[in-house]
């Protein structure tokens, strides 16, 4: 999975700079992030407890069920053992809320730093770069969280996504099905595998 995600990766890559001087779709799906309201991360073994709760939400009978265990996944995820790391994410999500994205990045270069095993670190700077259009950065971060936690439904997402706008629809429609079978209960995600499956099974016949 994680050679074949890095592939994506670069083909994406060699037409990243055409693409983002294309227009978007403004109502285009936006990659998984999580929510403001967290629980409290488990204690316990870190790896055991996301086997657990990503074993239980590939088998949740409802999206309520799905949504609690995937926050309680990105509890996890979110949770570092840095008191230094997690005191500048806060501060991260305040200058993304603000919509000040260098402010952002260079919060997150100081916390990556500190912590390159941070994964949601590596995750939360893609979506900043993908906020600012560039797909070449996000990609490249992308691979990094990936390669670190291949189960991760909002980079998976992030990628699909991507892939789309970049005119890759066959790849993006492989991510983001990979990110289905992880989380079945994805949000907007089913929809857009529905469009895509659509227009490219079409394409094959």
């Given at each position: 999975?994680?050679?074949?995600?890095?592939?994506?990766?670069?083909?994406?890559?060699?037409?990243?700079?055409?693409?983002?001087?294309?227009?978007?779709?403004?109502?285009?799906?936006?990659?998984?992030?999580?929510?403001?309201?967290l629980?409290?991360?488990?204690?316990?073994?870190?790896?055991?407890?996301?086997?657990?709760?990503?074993?239980a939400?590939?088998?949740?009978?409802?999206?309520?069920?799905?949504?609690?265990?995937?926050?309680?996944?990105?509890?996890?995820?979110?949770?570092?053992?840095?008191?230094?790391?997690?005191?500048?994410?806060?501060?991260?999500?305040?200058a993304?809320?603000?919509q000040?994205?260098?402010?952002?990045?260079?919060?997150?270069?100081?916390?990556?730093?500190?912590?390159?095993?941070?994964?949601?670190?590596?995750?939360?700077?893609?979506?900043?770069?993908?906020?600012?259009?560039?797909?070449?950065?996000?990609?490249?971060?992308?691979?990094?969280?990936?390669?670190?936690?291949?189960?991760?439904?909002?980079?998976?997402?992030?990628?699909?996504?991507?892939?789309?706008?970049?005119?890759?629809?066959?790849?993006?429609?492989?991510?983001?099905?990979?990110?289905?079978?992880?989380?079945?209960?994805?949000?907007?995600?089913?929809?857009?595998?529905?469009?895509?499956?659509?227009?490219?099974?079409?394409?094959?016949?």
């Open positions: 999975m994680i050679r074949l995600v890095a592939l994506l990766i670069l083909v994406a890559l060699t037409w990243v700079v055409p693409a983002c001087a294309e227009a978007v779709d403004p109502e285009a799906v936006r990659p998984v992030e999580p929510p403001s309201n629980p409290r991360a488990q204690h316990g073994d870190r790896t055991q407890n996301l086997d657990r709760l990503f074993e939400l590939k088998i949740a009978p409802d999206e309520e069920s799905a949504k609690y265990i995937e926050n309680r996944i990105w509890a996890i995820w979110l949770s570092s053992s840095s008191d230094t790391a997690n005191l500048l994410m806060g501060r991260v999500k305040t993304v809320d603000a000040e994205y260098d402010l952002a990045i260079k919060l997150l270069d100081a916390i990556l730093d500190i912590k390159p095993d941070f994964v949601e670190a590596w995750n939360r700077r893609a979506t900043v770069y993908y906020a600012k259009k560039d797909f070449g950065r996000a990609l490249s971060d992308i691979q990094q969280v990936l390669a670190r936690e291949p189960r991760h439904f909002g980079a998976l997402s992030g990628l699909g996504i991507i892939l789309q706008e970049l005119g890759d629809e066959k790849h993006a429609l492989e991510v983001l099905r990979r990110a289905l079978a992880i989380h079945p209960h994805l949000e907007r995600i089913p929809d857009l595998v529905k469009k895509l499956s659509d227009k490219v099974d079409g394409r094959d016949i």
